[in-house]
Each structure stands twice: as C-alpha cells, then as structure tokens.
C-alpha cells in the first residue's frame, strides 16, 4: 500500500505540473475575477500540495495491516481485467465497420470461449442470445440507431 | 395546502399504467443489479441510465428513483445472505443480518429489512416534502456568491466524510475540478485542455465518466476472479417476521428512519453514517447489548431503515439546492441535467409537475418494493447462485449501450473504456470515486457561480465574506477544516504515543 501510494504521489505530482504548465497558456485574470488559466493553476498547485502531503505520509505513519496487503491482485487475475479491456477496445474499433449486432455477438463469445473457458458452440450460443436480447430492448424496442455493418446486420 | 395540491398532482402523474410500469421495472432491475456483489447504488444507477434513454424526463426519473431505492434493497439481500455488502451502507447489515441467516433466520432478517425499508422510506419522503419544499424557497435568496458557497461547503463534506483517507478523497476531488474544465470556459469561452479533439469542447460527458468509473470498473474488480458465492438459501415460509419480531423492531425501524433522514440531508454523510449511528443507538438502548453481533433483529431493522431513509434525505440538497450530497444522487444530478432540467430551486417553480412526480414516485417505490420484495425474495436470492461470468457480459454490453447512445458515437465507447481502467485502479488503490464525480458535475458550477460573484461584486473577494447567508457557509467550511485538522493531529499523537508506549 505504502508503495502504492509512493507511486500515486509521483503521478499525482507530473499530473500538477502538467496543470501548472498549461494553465500558463491562458490569462489569470479577466476583467473583475478569474481567467480561464485561474482554476487550472490553483488545481495544479493543489494537487502538488496533495501529493507531497502522501508521499511524506508513506514515509512517516507506521504500516498496517492493510499495507501489507498486495493491492494488485495476481498475473492470472490481472490477465483477465486486461483480456476484457482488450476485447472491449476491439469492439470500439470494429463498431462501424462489423456493426452492433456482429461485434457484440464476437465480444461475449470471445469473453465467454477466451475467459470463461466455455465450448465455442456455447460460447456462440451465449452471444446470439444475448447480442439478440441487448439489440431488441435498445436497438429495436428503445429505438436507438445502432451502426449497421457491411453485412448488413 | 399548496403542498398536498402539488403532491395529489403528483400522484396523478405517476398513476398513470406507462410511469407505474416504469417504476415496477426500475424497482426490478435496481434490486437485481443491486444484489451483485460490490455493486452499490451509484454503479446500479449508472448501469441502467441507458434504460431511460428515449423516455420523457419524469419517466426517466421515476426508474431512475426505483432503480436507486431497488439497489438499496438489493444491497441488503448480499449483506445478509452472502456476508458481502454492496457498498458501505449495508456493512452494518451484516453485523446481525448474517448472523440470523446463519442461525436460519435469513428470511426473516430479508423480511424485516424490507418491512423497514419500507417504513423508512414512507417516512422519509414525509420528511423530504416538508424540508425541502421550504429550502426550496429559502435558496431563491442565493446569488452566485451562495452557491459559490454552498458548493464549498457540499464537496468539502464529502470529501471528509467519505472515503479512507482525506488525501485521497481530496485528489479525487481535484482530479474531478480538473475533468470538468476540459471544454471551453466559462468566463471567455476558451478551449481548455481540448488538444485538437472537437469532441472535447462540449466538456467530457458525464455519463460516459461514470459508467467507466462505477459500471466498467466495478464490473473489472468482480470479474477479476471466477467469483462464487455461497449463499443461505431462503425458502418463502420462513420469510415472514412474526407478529413478535416486527414488535421487537417497531421504534428501531422509526428511530433509524429518523437518524435516516436527518444525516442523508448533509451532504457526504448519507447513508453509511446514519446506518452506523442507528447501529450505535440500537446497541445502546438494547436491554441486552451482548445480542448485538449474535443475530439481533433491532440490529438489522434499524441500520436498513436508516440507510434506506437516508436516500430520502440524500434527495433533499438535489432537489432543493442542484447540490448532490451522494455518488448516486450525483449520478442522478448527471440524468437529470441529460434531460434537459436544472435541479435546485427554480426547479419546484419551473416544472413542478416533475418534480410532484418524482415525490409522489417516491411513495409509489416504496409500495412496489415491499410488494415486489417479500414474495420475490427467494428468487432474488436464487440470483445470487447464478454464476457471475453469465453476468458480467451484459452488463458491460449495457454499459456499452449506453455510452455509445449519449452521442451515437464510438468517441464516448473509447472515453468509457479509459475510464473504466482509471476506475478499476482507483478501486484497488482506496482511491474513492464519489469526490471526483461530484467534483466533475459541481466544477463548472463552481467555476461558473465564482466568476459571476466576483463579476457581480468587481472583482471584491469580500463579497463571499460579508453577504450573510454566503459568510455562513463559509464559517462552517473553515470549522470543518478546522475540525479535520485537529483530529488529524489527534490522531498522530495518539498514534505516537501507542509507539512509544
């Protein structure tokens, strides 16, 4: 935990002066108040004080029970969190070109076949099921305009 | 009489066969979501959102109140039959609400916190008329230096009642003021931080931010194992508290929706605190204290009246002041600004239908959730046997769904997957979502209100300082900074001398 929180600081920290740094491209002040570079920079210089105040807080208070704890669980899980968000990126790009019905069809067979460890043909089945299901209750009942893709679907 | 007018309006409206129906479903899949495990009320909210697009905006509200109160009740049914509260209102609930599954009372322990919920929210609705139809008016007072105020007051709240650490919150918070400017400003219309991307001068919307942070990241957390759970089965005969338990909790059912209430209207303290407090009270005035942990129902009955009273309060600053006092009413804030609405007080003067309608739904939730509760706990409870990677797929296509639907864009898919990563971490780090979207939604207003007061005043600071009702707020801002930092001294000394000794 205390690692945890000496790397979040560090972020937090390049995240101020990236703050600090742009909101010197606009002005301060403006006629009576604040400009639009006054939030910006107030936040950065906050966030600055914020991070030093962790990272000083790792070194000072005395480690818990919690700071023993990992807070990332392990490869295999990490793995699977990963897997997901891969799939799901895949599914952003292919949205316009496959259209809605077909990429999500491939996205829960493939979580299903990849993740779950699910035959391919109950993995298929799970994904018409469902791509069927989420594309009648949005798609044809709430009516929003899904893409349509080049096999027509 | 104005008030009971406007409420009989408002029970026309939500009587009608389309808005009862909204409601049945929101209660359904409020409590059905609301059961997973870790998915608390702002992560149910923010999963079905795209269930009410396409609905008119009192419609989408009313589900949208189902959906919170159903995931209220949801939460409760984990609590006590898996040990696993959804979110931190319902820990206490597995204080005594586990313990009577263990002992076989786990439908009674279900029975009775739905009975009480239902109490609590009867109650606490009561409450929310009559606090906030008068709050409503008073905040007509507010100019911009009050609500710059208010809102100061409201995050600084949140952020040191919620969450582990104050640091964290506060970074939270920060990182949510720093969202919220991407766009174009408020004073001069200039882009910040758009870098080129047109999409980013509308700002980063907000629906995309919460179903990554609350739906996607939640949704990562639960599906980093293949997770099981073991559940207490419930059979429907043994549901029913007897005649002798319901006596047993009756004044702990009306105290907790009391305490319920009263803490929901504070911004940040809301429905975790007033659970414990009922907890604390319950404990106290018990004859027989050493019950309590063992499976007592007052144990239960209390903290589920109290956490579910509590969303009744939570709605009081929405309402009233546009000020959300919760994740999940800040998500509702979020939905309702969606529609087209403004919540605070021009609210009750500009659409008092929508906003009758909403009370009125309130009393009509309640009534469907105990209807729909008691009978259906045994199959909700099944819900829980049902493997959760057959679970996970829909809800991240829901949220897919939903993402896509706010622009009918590919744009939004990508900024919910980023946060979905950023929410995931933030978990696994103690890092607390609520304080950043709430910072995202109060940002620009807070912005907006400061230029406006200071444009308002030329450019005098004071201005914050000398209107009365503004220097108020402020005072008990800077005797809360004040309060925080003398227990945070306290506590290094303590903590200090426990090393020393």
């Known amino acids: 935990m205390k690692k945890g929180d000496r790397v979040l600081a560090i972020i937090c920290m390049g995240l101020s002066i990236w703050l600090i740094l742009e909101s010197l491209q606009f002005d301060y002040l403006s006629e009576f108040g604040p400009g639009p570079g006054f939030e910006p920079f107030?936040?950065?210089?906050?966030?600055?004080?914020?991070?030093?105040?962790?990272?000083?807080?790792?070194?000072?208070?005395?480690?818990?029970?919690?700071?023993?704890?990992?807070?990332?669980?392990?490869?295999?899980?990490?793995?699977?969190?990963?897997?997901?968000?891969?799939?799901?990126?895949?599914?952003?790009?292919?949205?316009?070109?496959?259209?809605?019905?077909?990429?999500?069809?491939?996205f829960v067979t493939l979580i299903m076949f990849t993740l779950e460890h699910f035959s391919i043909l109950k993995s298929m089945l799970y994904g018409i099921v469902l791509s069927g299901s989420v594309y009648l209750i949005f798609g044809y009942w709430m009516e929003i305009n899904f893409p349509i893709g080049f096999l027509g679907i | 009489?104005?008030?009971?007018?406007?409420?009989?309006?408002?029970f026309h409206t939500i009587l009608t066969p389309y808005n009862l129906w909204m409601a049945t479903v929101g209660c359904f899949f409020g409590t059905i979501i609301g059961i997973l495990p870790g998915l608390g009320a702002s992560a149910t909210i923010a999963i079905l959102l795209p269930l009410t697009f396409g609905m008119n905006a009192t419609s989408a509200m009313i589900m949208m109140t189902a959906i919170y109160y159903g995931s209220k009740y949801g939460g409760s049914t984990t609590s006590i039959l898996v040990n696993v509260p959804g979110e931190g209102a319902s820990v206490v609930t597995t204080f005594d609400g586990y313990a009577m599954a263990r002992q076989g009372r786990g439908g009674v322990a279900l029975g009775i916190s739905a009975i009480g919920s239902f109490a609590a929210g009867i109650i606490g609705t009561f409450g929310l008329i009559f606090v906030c139809v008068p709050l409503a008016y008073f905040s007509l007072k507010f100019g911009p230096a009050e609500y710059f105020s208010l809102i100061v007051m409201g995050m600084l709240t949140i952020i040191f009642v919620g969450g582990k650490s104050v640091v964290k919150s506060l970074i939270s918070a920060v990182i949510g003021l720093s969202l919220g400017m991407v766009g174009a400003d408020a004073v001069q219309g200039a882009p910040r931080f758009v870098y080129g991307i047109p999409q980013l001068i509308d700002g980063i919307d907000f629906v995309t931010v919460v179903m990554g942070l609350f739906g996607i990241g939640e949704v990562l957390v639960s599906a980093e194992e293949h997770m099981k759970t073991k559940t207490v089965n419930v059979k429907f005969k043994d549901l029913w508290p007897t005649v002798r338990d319901v006596l047993d909790s009756k004044w702990a059912i009306l105290r907790g929706s009391v305490i319920g209430f009263l803490v929901g209207v504070l911004p940040g303290a809301g429905a975790t605190i007033s659970s414990f407090i009922s907890y604390g009270i319950e404990k106290g005035v018990a004859k027989d204290p050493s019950r309590f942990g063992q499976g007592a129902i007052e144990g239960?009955?209390?903290?589920?009246?109290?956490?579910?009273?509590?969303?009744?309060?939570?709605?009081?600053?929405?309402?009233?002041?546009?000020?959300?006092?919760?994740?999940?009413?800040?998500?509702?804030?979020?939905?309702?600004?969606?529609?087209?609405?403004?919540?605070?007080?021009?609210?009750?003067?500009?659409?008092?239908?929508?906003?009758?309608?909403?009370?009125?739904?309130?009393?009509?939730?309640?009534?469907?959730?105990?209807?729909?509760?008691?009978?259906?706990?045994?199959?909700?409870?099944?819900?829980?046997?049902?493997?959760?990677?057959?679970?996970?797929?829909?809800?991240?296509?829901?949220?897919?769904?939903?993402?896509?639907?706010?622009?009918?864009?590919?744009?939004?898919?990508?900024?919910?997957?980023?946060?979905?990563?950023?929410?995931?971490?933030?978990?696994?780090?103690?890092?607390?979502?609520a304080p950043l979207v709430i910072a995202l939604v109060l940002g620009p207003m807070l912005e907006y209100n400061l230029y406006r007061a200071l444009a308002l005043s030329l450019g005098d600071i004071s201005t914050f300082f000398t209107r009365p009702i503004s220097a108020t707020l402020m005072a008990i801002t800077g005797l809360m900074i004040i309060a925080m930092f003398f227990k945070a001294v306290r506590s290094k000394r303590s903590m200090l001398e426990e090393e020393e000794n």
């Open chain 1, 42 to 106: 107030w936040l950065g210089i906050i966030l600055g004080i914020l991070s030093v105040v962790l990272l000083v807080n790792t070194f000072v208070r005395q480690a818990g029970e919690e700071d023993h704890k990992p807070r990332l669980p392990g490869m295999a899980a990490l793995g699977r969190v990963g897997l997901i968000m891969l799939l799901m990126a895949g599914l952003a790009f292919g949205f316009n070109t496959l259209g809605f019905i077909v990429t999500m069809f491939l």
């Open chain 2, 1 to 10: 009489m104005d008030i009971f007018a406007n409420l009989i309006q408002g």
């Open chain 2, 300 to 433: 239960v009955a209390g903290p589920e009246a109290a956490n579910n009273s509590a969303c009744s309060g939570a709605m009081v600053p929405l309402l009233a002041l546009g000020i959300p006092g919760s994740g999940a009413t800040a998500v509702m804030l979020g939905a309702l600004m969606l529609y087209g609405l403004r919540p605070g007080p021009m609210l009750f003067t500009t659409n008092p239908d929508f906003v009758w309608a909403l009370i009125a739904s309130m009393f009509v939730g309640n009534i469907i959730l105990v209807i729909m509760n008691l009978p259906m706990v045994p199959l909700f409870a099944m819900s829980l046997r049902f493997p959760y990677h057959y679970l996970y797929p829909p809800i991240l296509m829901i949220c897919i769904v939903g993402a896509f639907s706010v622009n009918n864009s590919v744009y939004d898919i990508w900024v919910m997957w980023i946060f979905g990563i950023f929410g995931y971490f933030m978990k696994k780090y103690d890092i607390p979502a």
